[in-house]
């Protein structure tokens, strides 16, 4: 049995897909493309396909990951081209790696975000954004199944910062007043911290509050970095499984040399 993992993205007015209505798309894609996929025992059989961390409705990202379990081998890149074109655009498949390691899910330990704030000048983003780094502890709260339930945001956010805004016009901007950019690294913790209570928490701690709901982008997730503060790519040991080893790069390039090169 094969296992490929691909990284996927939701752009546009796919971001407003619901994880379960992109479960169904996708199946739906397996079927079309013909991929033969392994299935799970029992009397409902399902295909193998696991996901991992799911950006929530309604933010977009760049960086969403899955595997799929196959019952025979396939090329990961041509796997990869038929099954983007079987979803519509905004959900494309950009990468496929052959599984090669373990734990994909482990490696996923934190996110990178931008978030754009229409309506809110830069100085006054930077402000709140020095006011929240400087703050010991940023209660917020979210209401779920069990009710509202209150948490510290400020612990999760390795990094937030206020970038440059684009010069380049963005087709999906309400309007051409001011606009902030601000760049998030937030770790993978519990309870989730998530975009929106970032901002839940900017509205705390400097009463920043935009005009218009900020539109969110995961950028990309993977192993935290503590040291050099980055967010690496999750499928890089897959990738380098399948390199030689230096020893291995070393003896293949002796055994090219012909006998008796270099003798005088």
Same mark, same amino acid.
């Given at each position: 049995?094969?296992?490929?993992? *691909?990284? !996927?993205?939701?752009?546009?007015?796919?971001?407003?897909?619901? @994880?379960?209505?992109?479960?169904?798309?996708?199946?739906?894609?397996?079927?079309?493309?013909?991929?033969?996929?392994?299935?799970?025992?029992?009397?409902?059989? @399902?295909?193998? %396909?696991? !996901?991992?961390? +799911?950006?929530?409705?309604?933010?977009?990202?760049?960086?969403?990951? /899955?595997?799929?379990?196959?019952?025979?081998?396939?090329?990961?890149?041509? =796997?990869?081209?038929? /099954?983007?074109?079987?979803? &519509?655009?905004?959900?494309?498949?950009?990468?496929? %790696?052959?599984?090669?390691?373990?734990? =994909?899910?482990?490696?996923?330990?934190?996110? %990178?975000?931008? =978030?754009?704030?229409?309506?809110?000048? +830069?100085?006054?983003?930077?402000?709140?954004?020095?006011?929240?780094?400087?703050?010991?502890?940023?209660?917020?709260?979210?209401?779920?199944?069990?009710?509202?339930?209150?948490?510290?945001?400020?612990?999760?956010?390795?990094?937030?910062?206020?970038?440059?805004?684009?010069?380049?016009?963005?087709?999906?901007?309400?309007?051409?007043?001011?606009?902030?950019? *601000?760049?998030?690294?937030?770790? @993978?913790?519990? &309870?989730?911290?998530? &975009?929106?209570?970032? =901002?839940?928490?900017?509205?705390?701690?400097?009463?920043?509050?935009?005009?218009?709901?900020?539109?969110?982008?995961?950028?990309?997730?993977?192993?935290?970095?503590?040291?050099?503060?980055?967010?690496?790519?999750? *499928?890089?040991?897959?990738?380098?499984?399948?390199? &030689?080893?230096?020893?291995?790069? +070393?003896?293949?390039?002796?055994?090219?040399?012909?006998?008796?090169?270099?003798?005088?």
């Amino acid at each position: 049995m094969q296992r490929i993992r *691909l990284r !996927y993205t939701k752009r546009g007015r796919l971001r407003f897909t619901s @994880h379960r209505d992109f479960q169904r798309a996708f199946e739906r894609a397996l079927r079309r493309a013909e991929v033969p996929m392994a299935y799970s025992a029992g009397f409902t059989p @399902h295909p193998k %396909v696991s !996901y991992a961390n +799911a950006a929530p409705t309604g933010t977009g990202s760049e960086a969403e990951f /899955l595997e799929i379990a196959l019952a025979e081998a396939r090329d990961p890149e041509k =796997l990869r081209a038929l /099954l983007d074109e079987s979803l &519509p655009a905004g959900l494309d498949i950009i990468d496929a %790696v052959e599984a090669r390691t373990s734990g =994909l899910a482990d490696r996923l330990t934190a996110s %990178v975000w931008e =978030l754009r704030l229409d309506g809110v000048g +830069a100085e006054e983003a930077g402000r709140a954004v020095s006011a929240f780094l400087a703050a010991e502890s940023v209660e917020v709260s979210r209401r779920g199944k069990n009710g509202l339930r209150t948490f510290d945001a400020r612990p999760a956010v390795a990094a937030l910062e206020t970038l440059p805004e684009p010069t380049r016009p963005q087709a999906d901007r309400p309007g051409d007043g001011p606009c902030a950019i *601000l760049r998030l690294v937030v770790r @993978h913790v519990t &309870p989730a911290v998530r &975009p929106d209570d970032v =901002l839940s928490g900017l509205r705390a701690v400097a009463d920043l509050a935009p005009p218009v709901p900020a539109a969110v982008t995961r950028l990309a997730q993977g192993l935290f970095d503590e040291e050099s503060g980055t967010v690496t790519d999750p *499928l890089a040991p897959d990738r380098e499984a399948v390199r &030689p080893a230096p020893s291995e790069a +070393a003896g293949t390039a002796a055994a090219k040399v012909p006998e008796g090169a270099g003798s005088a």
